[in-house]
Each structure stands twice: as C-alpha cells, then as structure tokens.
C-alpha cells in the first residue's frame, strides 16, 4: 500500500489537478479538485474493463492517467500537455515502491551545534527497524 501511503507526496507535484488511489480492501482516496472524484471513479471502471496496465484519457482540457501498480490503481488528473506528462509513470512507479514523508511533513533537519528532537524521526524509526 505504498501508493496510498505516497498520495500526499504525488497530489503536491506540480502540475497534479486530482489523485485516487484505490486498493481493495480499502476504500478509494481523492485529494486535489473534488469535482474530478466522479470522473476518475468511472475511468477506474473503464481501466478494469480494457484489462491494460495504463490508460489515457483525455477530457477536454485535461488527461487523465490510470496506471496500475501491484494491488493498487492510482488515476492522476494533470493538463494535457503538462511536462509532467514525460515523468508521471516513472514517477508512480517509483512511489509504488518505496513510502515518502509526506509532503506537508515539517522538516526534522537539525542545525549542527542544535539538540536533536525528543522524538526520533519517522526515518530514523524505519532505520532502527530493519537494524533491529
């Protein structure tokens, strides 16, 4: 379930309009404009239905990507012609595979000279689980 850990991350690339992510024994996730929920819900039933790993869909103005990944489908709404267009699947790919802080996380940089924070980093704490 790293893409629905990673939904924050990729909703805050530039160029994102709306994400879902969807695995099933979850229900789907939307972040970015409400309004596409409706949309990116039915072309997860049309993605299904083509058997295909990716689809595009362009509506109007918009592009519509749905790609799958292991047990979970992700659908990205971004302006068609948007640069992000040329990384968008690698970019999926890559956050199916690994969690990232959220984007909105704060920073847990310290100062050098500066005490660290009473509680450890969520880095560190994964670090600390696969030494233990």
Do not use: F
């Not at 918009?62 to 979970?72: F, R, S, Y």
Request: proline share 11%; hydrophobic share 40%; net charge positive.
């Amino acid at each position: 379930m790293n893409l629905r850990a990673n939904i924050e991350h990729l909703a805050a690339a530039q160029g994102i309009v709306a994400v879902t992510v969807y695995s099933p024994p979850a229900p789907r996730e939307l972040r970015g404009e409400p309004h596409w929920g409706p949309i990116l819900d039915a072309s997860l039933s049309l993605l299904e239905k083509t058997g295909e790993k990716t689809i595009r869909i362009v509506v109007g103005a918009h592009t519509l990507v749905l790609q799958v990944e292991g047990a979970e489908t992700v659908g990205v709404v971004i302006p068609t012609g948007d640069p992000i267009a040329k990384s968008l699947r690698r970019m999926i790919r890559r956050l199916a595979r690994k969690p990232r802080l959220s984007a909105a996380a704060p920073s847990r940089w310290v100062p050098p000279g500066a005490s660290p924070p009473d509680t450890p980093s969520p880095i560190a704490e994964e670090m600390e689980a696969r030494r233990g």
